[in-house]
């Protein structure tokens, strides 16, 4: 059975950081090393597939979290059991 799992911008703050959340959030191995290239290791080989991951912009924070979206992004595109999809909430 897919998984899905909804990524929300607006919870983000209740973490320590961006790598907190996603660990948390795609219950990643306690050796999540927190950076880009473990988050790409991380959707290519740790997590269970087969899932769906729902980015959704709903937060008025202006970081910029292009280089994590598109480690997504590309991350879907290797991992043939692996969606990803980028929302944003037009009312924000």
Do not use: Q, R
Not at 1 to 10: A, G, P, Y
Not at 46 to 59: A, F, G, K, M
């Amino acid at each position: 059975m897919e998984k899905t799992i909804e990524l929300k911008l607006s919870e983000l703050a209740a973490y320590e950081s961006v790598h907190h959340w996603l660990a948390d959030k795609l219950n990643f191995p306690a050796h999540y090393g927190h950076n880009l290239d473990a988050l790409w290791d991380c959707l290519t080989g740790e997590i269970s597939l087969p899932i769906t991951i729902l980015w959704y912009n709903d937060s008025n924070n202006d970081t910029d979290y292009s280089p994590i979206t598109t480690i997504f992004e590309e991350a879907a595109g290797e991992v043939e059991a692996l969606s990803f999809g980028y929302i944003v909430d037009e009312e924000e």
